[in-house]
RNA sequence: GCGGUAUUGGUGAAGUGGUUAACACGCUGGAUUGUGGCUCCAGUAUGCAAGGGUUCGAUCCCCUUAUAUCGCC
C-alpha cells in the first residue's frame, strides 16, 4: 500500500499540524525527525537503538547504495529491511543531493545527469528512471523524486530553468514507478524565488505524489532565507498529504518549520555533530571536548531520558573523544537522535496545547542563553 | 681523571650571525543542516640549558658552569 497521512490536529496560531504517517512497516506520528542512514545504517547505531529512541522513520540513500554494495544485491538480500534488519519505514533520497553535494564536476542535462563517483572516479550517468528504478529495488517505503539541488544564491534565470526541469524529471519519474508498495514524493525547488516556490508547489502537486518535500535549503543561504523558502511552498501543497523538509535538523530550524507546516525533518547533525564531540542541550550545542568538562561527573543533559544520560558522565565522554574511542560517537549520537525526536514530541504537545509559538520562544531564550 | 658529542615549546624535532624560530603531535577554542566516519579552520616558544664574552647585531662564534651520552685510562 502506498503510505497515508491522518491529519489529527491543526494548531490554532501557526501552520503547524499533528498527524500520523501509515506505511507497510508501521505507523509513526509527526511531526518527525528521521534520523540519516545513508550507506544502510545510521551511523553507529543498531536498529535496536533506534527503536529505543522511539525514532519513526529513517533515511537511507538510493545514490550510494546503488554504487556499493549495488541495488542487485540489496533486492537478493529481500530489500533494504531485510538487507540491515530494520523493521521500521525506510525513506531512500533519491541522488539529486549527492549530484550537488559530491560531485565535482558534473554535466546536467535535460536527459539526466553525468558525474563522476567518489568512490573510484568512475563516469556515472544518473536519470530520474534510473533512481526510480535503483529505489523499486532497494524496496524503501518511500522514494524520493530525481530533482537537481541548486546552491545559493542562485541566478533567477537558472533557478527558473532548472525547477521546470526538475518537475519535468518528477513526471517522469513517476511515468515509471510501478511498485505498488512504495510510495513516491515529489519535491519542490525554485531557489530562493517567491515565484518560483510557488509554481514548483503547484505543479508538482498537479502530478499527485504520495507526499511532498521541500529541497534546496541549507544550500548556504542564511536562516531567513530559508524560513521563507518553506513559507513559499507550503500554503500550496495539498492538506491531505504528508510534508518534508528536506535536509534540515537544527533545532531551532525544526521548531521553525513545524510552524510551517512541516511534518518530517532529516539530517546529519545530530550523528555528525556526535562523531566531532558535540551535544545537544536546551541550553544550546555543547563541545564535549572543552576541558571545562574534565571533571564534570554529570550526565549530558540532566532531564534527559536517553541511554547515554542515564548511563554515563561528561568527564568519561571527554576521555572517550579524547582517546580517539568510537564509544563517544555512538553514546553521543544517541544522545543528539533521542534528543530531536524528543523536540519533535514536546513539539507535538504543544501543537496539541495550541502553544506552539510559545513553545519556540522559550525553547530559544534557552538555547541561545550562552 | 682525560677527550669527543649533545642540550631549541607539553612532546618529537628543523633551522640561521640580521624583520614575526619550520613542520608534526599534543593542548585550547571554533565549524559542521537530503553524511566521502579519525574532517576542516584558528590559536598555542618575548625565546633556543645557565652565566659571561666577541659583534652594529647571537639561538647560531668563544669561555665557564650544569646535565646527558660515548670513548680512553
Excluded at 120 to 140: A, H, M, R, W, Y
Excluded at 169 to 191: C, M, T, Y
Excluded at 193 to 215: C, H, N, P, V
Aim: some cysteine; charged content about 25%.
Amino acid at each position: 500500500m502506498k503510505v497515508k497521512y491522518e491529519l489529527l490536529k491543526k494548531e490554532k496560531n501557526t501552520m503547524g499540524r499533528n498527524g500520523i504517517l501509515h506505511t507497510n512497516h508501521g505507523s509513526f506520528k509527526t511531526p518527525m525527525f528521521m534520523p540519516v542512514g545513508t550507506l544502510a545504517n545510521v551511523k553507529t547505531l543498531t536498529p535496536e537503538e533506534l527503536y529505543e529512541m522511539n525514532s519513526g522513520i529513517i533515511l537511507s540513500n538510493t545514490y550510494h547504495l546503488w554504487l556499493r554494495p549495488g541495488a542487485d544485491i540489496v533486492n537478493k538480500a529481500g530489500g533494504l529491511h531485510k538487507f540491515m534488519n530494520y523493521k521500521g519505514p525506510i525513506l531512500t533520497d533519491s541522488g539529486g543531493f549527492q549530484v550537488f553535494s559530491l560531485a565535482k564536476r558534473k554535466d546536467i542535462t535535460e536527459e539526466g545527469v553525468k558525474f563522476k563517483s567518489h568512490i573510484d572516479g568512475s563516469d556515472l550517468f544518473l536519470t530520474p528512471e534510473k533512481s526510480i528504478e535503483v529505489q523499486n529495488k532497494l524496496d524503501s517505503d518511500i522514494a524520493m523524486s530525481f530533482d537537481e539541488c541548486i546552491g545559493y544564491p542562485a541566478d533567477y534565470e537558472y533557478a527558473k530553468m532548472s525547477t521546470e526541469r526538475t518537475l519535468r524529471w518528477a513526471k517522469r519519474g513517476k511515468d515509471v514507478h510501478n511498485n505498488e508498495n512504495q510510495s513516491l514524493f515529489g519535491i519542490v525547488q525554485g531557489g530562493e524565488y517567491e515565484d518560483l516556490r510557488k509554481f514548483s508547489a503547484l505543479e508538482t502537486s498537479k502530478l499527485g505524489f504520495d507526499g511532498y518535500s521541500i529541497g534546496g535549503t541549507s544550500v548556504g543561504e542564511g536562516k531567513d532565507v530559508m524560513y521563507k523558502m518553506i513559507e513559499y511552498a507550503t500554503p500550496y501543497l495539498p492538506e491531505d498529504k504528508v510534508r518534508y523538509l528536506m535536509g534540515v535538523g537544527d533545532p531551532i530550524d525544526i521548531i521553525e518549520g513545524v510552524i510551517r507546516g512541516i511534518d518530517i525533518f532529516d539530517c546529519v547533525l545530530p550523528t555528525r555533530l556526535a562523531r566531532h564531540g558535540n551535544a545537544f542541550t536546551h541550553n544550546g550545542k555543547i563541545n564535549l571536548r572543552n576541558s571545562k568538562f574534565k571533571e564534570d561527573f554529570t550526565s549530558v543533559e540532566h532531564n534527559c531520558d536517553c541511554y547515554t544520560c542515564k548511563n554515563y558522565t561528561k568527564a568519561y565522554i571527554r576521555h572517550l573523544l579524547a582517546s580517539n574511542e568510537i564509544l563517544a560517537g555512538r553514546l553521543l549520537s544517541i544522545h543528539n537522535i533521542r534528543f530531536l525526536i524528543k523536540l519533535t514530541e514536546d513539539l507535538r504537545e504543544a501543537i496539541d496545547n495550541d502553544n506552539l509559538l510559545e513553545y519556540r520562544d522559550t525553547f530559544i531564550k534557552n538555547y541561545q542563553k550562552n
